[in-house]
């Protein structure tokens, strides 16, 4: 996993990625839900992007910066590589709505 990080990201940013990865799954184990994410990248989405037919998950994923192209955002969700509250995505088409985020 850190060769396919160093490789996509860059090796430099492999000790704040270990680091966020470690405190996500330290805090999981003693309270599910805790845990801290100021490290993961962010983006903020207009009601207007989440309206209609809202985005692609693949056009989220760029976004965010965790693949360098559509292509590989597609490819990594078609072979399951991507969860959203736990559960796989799997539709390389899919996309996220304001439905997604309940009430």
Known sequence: ADEATALLHGRECLPNIMETANNLFAAKQAAPGAGDTSSLPRIFLTPDELGGDGIKFAD??????L?????????????????LDGEKIGDENGALTADGFGD
């Open 60 to 65: 989220l994923f760029l976004r965010l910066d």
């Open 67 to 83: 693949v360098k192209s559509k292509k590989e955002a597609r490819r990594l969700i078609a072979g399951g590589g991507d969860k």
